[in-house]
């Protein structure tokens, strides 16, 4: 299994999941599976393991592979600096499409900003914005959501719907088509624009004892016409879906 894959999935775990730890210093590990649906033309969906490696502490904290700062953090608001993977990527060979394997490839990067959420009686508000650090797409993402957690018993289940706004930068480099691809591959050239995307994600967890627990989670994301209408995407939207247990200790 390549390590590409590998960091996409804990990607998902630590973005859509963030399995939570429930107290400072605290180091939670485990494995599960994961179901990726990708939006790009020919490119099948991919079934993986999901390592899970996560830190919670007063200054810092670690979920998957990214890791941030910390700095504002009480009982109800934090505000980090963060760093980490944005695994998104497109290979040409790996297309079934004839005209997609003669585009250029489109490669993953880091990403770099900050992040805030609040939390109350009434719910969850997380937001965040974040920056290519590795200059591959110039690009920039804003995500904000709202999420409502209901825990009965050992049973814990969030609930969100969110957006997520991709700049135009983002969105050229990984779904648009420069004149050259388009003259080798024959589809239409393209050059997208800025779009907000909304989404909808559940998580649910279950403490089987102090130490082991489970989770489920899963997003779909609605893509906004600026990616829809690329020749290189023949879907109208993009999911994720991960499972397994974890150990906090």
Not at 19 to 40: H, K, L, Q, R
Not at 114 to 126: E, L, N
Request: proline residues 4%; contains cysteine.
């Amino acid at each position: 299994m390549k390590l590409s894959r590998i960091v996409w999935n804990s990607c998902i775990l630590g973005a859509v999941l963030a399995v939570p730890v429930a107290n400072a210093d605290t180091w939670s590990i485990g494995a599960g599976a994961a179901v990726e649906m990708y939006p790009y033309k020919g490119v099948d969906n991919q079934v993986s393991p999901l390592p899970v490696i996560n830190y919670e502490g007063d200054h810092f904290y670690i979920r998957g592979i990214g890791a941030g700062a910390y700095v504002w953090k009480d009982s109800h608001n934090q505000l980090s600096l963060d760093l980490y993977y944005s695994p998104l990527r497109f290979r040409a060979s790996k297309s079934d499409d004839n005209q997609m394997k003669k585009l250029d490839n489109r490669d993953s990067t880091m990403m770099g900003g900050a992040s805030y959420k609040h939390t109350a009686d009434w719910g969850i508000i997380r937001t965040s914005l974040s920056a290519d650090m590795l200059d591959t797409s110039n690009g920039l993402r804003a995500d904000a959501a709202y999420l409502h957690p209901f825990v009965l018993n050992d049973l814990k289940i969030i609930p969100g719907v969110g957006a997520v706004w991709y700049s135009s930068n983002f969105n050229d480099y990984y779904y648009g088509i420069s004149g050259k691809e388009s003259n080798r591959s024959g589809l239409d050239k393209y050059k997208a624009d800025s779009s907000w995307s909304p989404y909808a994600e559940l998580t649910a967890t279950y403490k089987i004892n102090n130490s082991w627990s489970t989770y489920a989670t899963g997003r779909y994301t609605s893509l906004a016409s600026e990616v829809k209408d690329s020749p290189m995407v023949d879907k109208s939207y993009s999911a994720a879906v991960a499972g397994g247990v974890t150990y906090t200790f």
